[in-house]
Structures are given as C-alpha cells and as structure tokens.
T-cell receptor
Framework: DAKTTQPPSMDCAEGRAANLPCNHSTISGNEYVYWYRQIHSQGPQYIIH???NNETNEMASLIITEDRKSSTLILPHATLRDTAVYYC????????????FGSGTQLTVLP | DVKVTQSSRYLVKRTGEKVFLECVQDMDHENMFWYRQDPGLGLRLIYF???????EKGDIPEGYSVSREKKERFSLILESASTNQTSMYLC?????????????FGEGSRLTVL
C-alpha cells in the first residue's frame, strides 16, 4: 500500500470550511483514498473514500487531483465537534490487508 | 447501525499476567482487526482475520496472539503481559472483500500493565 503524508496539525474557525491535505505520490491505479477521524478517547470513524472522482457525502467532500498524487478532505462548515485527528489512508479496495494508520492531522476547530 | 463492542474500556494488569481482550461485532463482517494506538505512533496493526479460524500477522505481532473461533468474535491475547504493552487497543471489522472496505471501530480498551 502507498504511503501518505499529512501535516501534523491545523486550526480552523468554527463555521468555516476545513481543508485537510494528504499527499500520496506513490499511489497505484487500483488504490483508493480513505479518510477516517478520531475524536479524543473514541475509536476512529469512517468519513469517506474515493478512487479518482470527487466524492461527497453528508459528512464531507473528497477532492482527488487528476494525477491522484494528492487529495483534500473538506468539511464545509466546521463545528467544534469536528475537532479530531484525521487520517488519510491509501489501500486497495476490499483488500483484507489493512494499511497501518499514520499519525494523521490534528484538526482544532476554534470558536 | 454497525456495532463493534470491546469487552473492557479500562484494564489494569500486572507484569506476567495473561490478558484477554474480547471484541464482538454484530454485522456478520468477515474481516476483523486488532490495532494498538500509542502517542506519536498512530495506529499499528497487530493481527487481522478474514475468516473464522484464519489469522494473519500485522506489523507488530510480537508478544500477541489471536483467536477467531466464531465469525462475530475476535480475541486478542497477551500471554505474558509486559509494561511495554501498556496501550490503547482498538478492534475493528469490515465488510467482505467485495465490499467498500471501510473499517468500523470499537470504543477501545485502555490497558495498563504495572
């Protein structure tokens, strides 16, 4: 599975969009980009995933560059409850072998 | 909703004790996983299983074993606990191989070994 690089921390004002970047320059053609988040003292929570098209669900949007070497998770209107560590993971869809999570990005939403 | 339940949120054990961490999922998922989480190291995969009685080593299996006797239950065993196994342990399950593959996590078990 390809490696990912994320900034260790970011701040965002409440009500504004939070844009979390992820680099995955060694991604293979059959690897998907997954995003999870972990609120303090809880288990990680799935957010969204995509292959090459942009994706949107009730939680977030995922923008993947045309060359697929990087992506951005967008929380359109961040709230204080979105304060969490966000993990970007690249893996083959349906693979039984799970990529080890990296250190992620600590997003702090400020009032 | 998918539910992954870990038997204990907090445990305190002594060095050398045998420790069992239990995990049960209620969505008939084939795949189950055990991770440990430590500050600055993210989540690291210990073992995973893609079927009953099947198991595969993850990235840090040393000092651990697992058991998957029933599809819904995946147990992590520390045969002789050591202080460096003090950590947060997270169980997860996922849809079958042909599914989307997103992981569903339990709330975690925080183990302290004295």
């Amino acid at each position: 599975d390809a490696k990912t690089t994320q900034p260790p921390s970011m701040d965002c004002a409440e009500g504004r969009a939070a844009n979390l970047p992820c680099n995955h320059s060694t991604i293979s053609g059959n690897e998907y980009v997954y995003w999870y988040r972990q609120i303090h003292s809880q288990g990680p929570q799935y957010i969204i995933h995509g292959l090459k098209n942009n994706e949107t669900n009730e939680m977030a949007s995922l923008i993947i560059t045309e060359d697929r070497k990087s992506s951005t998770l967008i929380l359109p209107h961040a709230t204080l409850r979105d304060t969490a560590v966000y993990y970007c993971i690249v893996r083959v869809k349906g693979s039984a072998r799970q990529l080890t999570f990296g250190s992620g990005t600590q997003l702090t939403v400020l009032p | 909703d998918v539910k992954v339940t870990q038997s204990s949120r907090y445990l305190v054990k002594r060095t050398g004790e045998k420790v069992f961490l239990e995990c049960v999922q209620d969505m008939d998922h084939e795949n189950m996983f055990w991770y440990r989480q430590d500050p600055g190291l993210g989540l690291r995969l210990i073992y995973f299983s893609y079927d009953v009685k099947m198991k595969e080593k993850g990235d840090i299996p040393e000092g651990y074993s697992v058991s998957r006797e029933k599809k819904e239950r995946f147990s992590l065993i520390l045969e002789s606990a050591s202080t460096n196994q003090t950590s947060m342990y997270l169980c997860a399950s996922s849809l079958p191989r042909q599914g989307a593959g997103e992981l569903f996590f339990g709330e975690g078990s925080r183990l302290t070994v004295l």
